[in-house]
């Protein structure tokens, strides 16, 4: 039987409260659970990096051999996003694994319209972690609401004994074992881990430049001790993804008042309530924003936070409210600070509102690089090209 260590008040490690009040290590909860044959888990592969959670516990985030955990808003909604991400890899001549036989982490279910059940939604997560673990690559994942709940999904297993003996036998008949990561590691962790080399490639001046920074709520709300946080960003009182890279980049993070509002999506409303979920997120974070920081770009990491931060401002300007601030992942920006094409790579295109001067304060000249990009698009239309290659895409 699994026994959770209880910890003294002044350890600070990867943990969670129970009933009593008392902290318990998940870490050791995990490993445990492995040696009473529970689960298999799989370690984090070096070379990895550690990074500070909020609690000081140290967090592995591997470098290369990742499996990665694509987002449906993204790929849907923002392509660009992802192929960011990927193009950073392969700029740094990572080994990574772009899989075709994942599944969405169907939180959609979970959070918004709760049409699924305990055992299904973890049996997603215990399946996609067992398809990495069977190709011998560790879960990135690139979406915070996946992150979010596979760190939920986690803890439950670790403190429910039945709902592991069902995950358990679903991944029976699917033929796949019990798999458990070392650890959930979401991108922006990985992104911020290679902040030094990302700058040491850097070909864009980005000093002129003044951002604001979203922490997505599913990010650093969800299981916060997991969260990773710095002692020189904002005295390790916020999260250090996004703002970190951003600082490494030479960019100036300007502070807001509503920093920790949500963005707007919030999951149910985004779906029942849409206009509550626009005026919300022009009101309370984009206006805001623009009113006490006048920043060139705001940046965030979780795909429905770039969507709804990016495509509510229509409505606002409808309204003649202060909005017309570009939104961007933090992939995107380390990416176009390396030179990749905003339009082949980030594909800014497919943003709403309107970033061209914020390439032009870059000294991108927009128009240009739009007829580059138009170019492959016509060798596409041409039959010439089956897709854009990597080497089409430079």
């Known amino acids: ?25 998940l870490t050791d909860a995990i490993f445990q659970l492995e040696k009473e044959g529970e689960w298999i888990v799989q370690r984090v592969p070096e070379p990895y990096i550690e990074l500070d959670t909020k609690y000081g516990r140290k967090k592995k985030i591997p470098i290369e051999h990742t499996w990665h955990h694509k987002s449906c808003g993204q790929c849907g909604h923002i392509p660009g996003y992802s192929a960011s991400i990927f193009w950073l890899n392969r700029e740094f001549g990572l080994d990574y694994h772009d899989p075709t036989n994942q599944t969405s982490c169907t939180a959609w279910n979970y959070y918004a319209s709760a049409t699924s059940n305990p055992e299904a939604q973890a049996a997603v997560a215990i399946r996609n972690f067992a398809s ?5 690559y560790f879960p990135l994942i690139h979406c915070g609401t996946s992150f979010g709940h596979y760190k939920e999904v986690r803890h439950a297993l670790v403190h429910q004994p039945e709902l592991r003996r069902k995950v358990k036998a679903i991944m029976e008949k699917l033929g796949k074992p019990f798999v458990i990561p070392e650890e959930i590691v979401h991108y922006s962790e990985w992104v911020l881990a290679m902040k030094d080399r990302i ?14 920074v979203h922490p997505a709520c599913h990010y650093h709300k969800l299981i916060e001790d997991d969260a990773i946080y710095d002692s020189e960003i904002y005295g390790a009182q916020r999260t250090a993804i996004i703002s970190g890279t951003l600082k490494a980049l030479g960019i100036n993070v300007a502070d ?23 005026s919300f997120s022009v009101q309370r974070k984009i206006g805001v924003m623009i009113e006490e920081a006048n920043p060139d770009v705001t940046v965030t990491h979780d795909t429905g936070c770039v969507t709804t931060l990016d495509q509510s401002q229509f409505a606002g300007k409808a309204h003649d409210k202060k909005v017309g ?22 594909q800014l295109h497919w943003h709403n509102t309107d970033n061209k001067a914020f390439l032009e304060k870059l000294g991108i000249d927009h128009e240009k690089k739009w007829s580059e990009f138009q170019h492959e698009i016509q060798k596409i239309k041409d039959g010439k ?10």
């Open 132 to 136: 990495a673990y069977e190709v011998g």
């Open 325 to 346: 601030l570009p939104v961007m992942s933090d992939s995107q920006m380390a990416a176009l600070a390396m030179g990749a094409h905003p339009y082949k790579v980030l």
């Open 256 to 278: 807001y008042s509503t920093w920790f509002d949500c963005c707007g999506f919030g999951f149910r409303h985004i779906l029942v309530s849409r206009d509550f979920s626009r």
């Open 385 to 394: 090209n089956e897709y854009m290659s990597w080497e089409d895409a430079k």
């Open 199 to 212: 700058a040491e490639r850097q070909q864009l001046d980005m000093s002129m430049i003044t951002a604001t």
């Open 1 to 25: 039987m699994l026994h959770l260590p209880v910890l003294k008040a002044d350890e600070r490690k990867h943990s969670m409260d129970t009933d009593k009040g008392e902290k318990v290590d």
